[in-house]
């Protein structure tokens, strides 16, 4: 087992080292750089924090380093000549002398690292939208190195052209374009206020047809719903008005309560009366004249007989 004593000696050791150590590293606005030393990594905020480019930097301590000096062109290009190159097609700037840019060939970047996208580039010091250019690739970021002079500069002339006419996407065509040229060229217009506009009005105009189809669901719901309760009422009217006319009485009209309905009827001489008569069964709840407490006794088809003999009751 290693002597932790030893271990944190070694490690107080090396950041003892750190601060005598000045390293070379790219640094973007706003970003960290980074040291190996001694087989450690250290992130460091740089010092000023709004430095963008190469530089020399010293380890104040374990969180900052200060730039010392700009790296000279010789120092990057002995850099990036260590680093793994990839020929791309610049499409806009992302912020800064950050750029988004998409490769080549597809085929080569997929078989380079496995996997064929846009991605940003940092430190673009020169290059105008589709001129093509060669980055390395450190294992986490691409470094813009340099443009690519061996390529047609005919192609991003052609690719600036279209943009500056907003040749949409789908028209777009000239002598040796590639799929990459036309993703590029994709990337590219879908910044542009007129495309975005023309993006934001296709959206209003789905959220139109899709508010359209919810209202045009809700009206074919609402109709269902209506069909469905006229045809409850109607088989509830054609119950209260059966068990009435085969008393002998005539409903005049009625209406829901809940648990009960509430009636208003005649009897075969014309008298109109008002009664509660319970949903399931049509037990009379309330005849609307004394009964001596004996309503539920009947039911709305006897209620009729009952109203018109009350001169012989016996109860």
């Known amino acids: 087992m290693a002597d932790i004593r030893n ?52 380890p104040e301590n374990s969180k900052t380093a200060e730039l010392v000096e700009e790296a000279n062109l010789p120092q990057v290009a002995e850099y990036l000549r260590l680093l793994k190159p990839v020929r791309l097609r610049l499409a806009y700037v992302l912020e800064g002398q950050t750029w988004l840019a998409y490769p080549v060939n597809e085929s080569d ?6 996997i064929a996208k846009p991605f940003p580039v940092y430190l673009v010091t020169e290059g105008d ?7 390395r690739f450190d294992g986490r970021a691409w470094w813009f190195d340099e443009l690519d002079r061996r390529a047609d500069p005919i192609v991003a002339q052609q690719l600036r052209e ?8 789908e028209t777009l065509r000239f002598a040796g374009m590639t799929p990459e040229m036309r993703t590029v060229y994709d990337l590219a217009l879908q910044q ?8 934001q009005r296709q959206q209003q105009q789905q959220e139109r047809k899709k508010q359209l189809r919810e209202n045009q669901k809700l009206k074919q719901k609402e109709r269902r719903d209506r069909a469905q309760y006229l ?21 005049e009209e009625f209406r829901d309560r ?6 208003e009827w005649t009897t075969t001489r014309g008298e109109r009366h008002t009664s509660a ?10 005849s609307g004249i004394c009964l001596s407490g004996r309503d539920r006794d009947f039911d709305l088809q006897s209620l009729v007989g009952v109203i018109e003999a009350r001169g012989y009751w016996d109860f």
């Open 258 to 263: 809940g648990d009960f309905w509430q009636i």
């Open 277 to 286: 008569i319970d949903k399931k069964h049509l037990t009379v709840i309330s």
């Open 231 to 251: 045809k409850i009422q109607n088989s509830d009217e054609k119950r209260l008005r059966n068990a009435l006319q085969m008393g002998g009485g005539e409903l």
């Open 162 to 169: 279209h943009l500056r006419q907003l040749t949409p996407l």
């Open 129 to 135: 939208p589709f001129e093509p250019a060669i980055a």
């Open 192 to 199: 542009t206020a007129v495309y975005q506009a023309r993006i």
């Open 109 to 114: 970047m997929q078989q380079r690292i496995g």
């Open 7 to 58: 271990l944190l000696n070694q490690i107080a050791a090396q950041e003892s080292q750190l601060g005598n150590t000045q390293f070379f590293a790219p640094c973007v606005r706003g970003g960290s750089v980074r040291a190996s030393v001694a087989g450690m990594v250290y992130t460091f905020t740089p010092k000023p924090q709004d430095f963008e480019g190469w530089g020399i930097f010293q």
